[in-house]
């Protein structure tokens, strides 16, 4: 099993930074896919970021080019980047790992793990 803590949200103006920590446990998780998905009052869980095993990354149209997705894999650890925050990008945030392979890396449903989430507020 894997378990997974993210940390490191909190409330933020309008154009500012923060950076989201995922710590994994239980196991190494260096091969696993890693992702940062996110989900605001009355919307679905959606995809954020994704970190491959071997170290290919991919956003969606609306974080792209702000957010950046890292890890260190001495420390299991991911991270999420997050620049020029906008109001729309409040949201809890949550941290998710899978070690098979995917139908959709976009779908909340093709992952095995999950974290607590940490929740970011931009305000205007």
């Known amino acids: 099993q894997v378990q997974l803590v993210e940390s490191g949200g909190g409330l933020v103006q309008a154009g500012g930074s923060l950076r989201l920590t995922c710590a994994a446990s239980?196991?190494?998780?260096?091969?696993?896919?890693m992702a940062w998905f996110r989900q605001s009052p009355g919307k679905e869980r959606e995809f954020v970021a994704i970190?491959?095993?071997?170290?290919?990354?991919d956003y969606p149209d609306s974080v792209k080019g702000r957010f950046t997705v890292s890890r260190d894999n001495a420390k299991n650890t991911m991270y999420l980047q997050m620049n020029s925050l906008k109001p729309e990008d409040t949201a809890v945030y949550y941290c998710?790992?899978?070690?098979?392979?995917?139908?959709?890396?976009?779908?909340?449903?093709?992952?095995?793990?999950w974290g607590q989430g940490t929740q970011v507020t931009v305000s205007s």
């Open positions: 970190s491959w095993g071997g170290g290919s990354t």
């Open positions: 239980g196991r190494t998780v260096s091969r696993y896919a």
């Open positions: 998710a790992a899978e070690s098979r392979s995917f139908k959709d890396y976009r779908k909340v449903d093709d992952y095995d793990y």
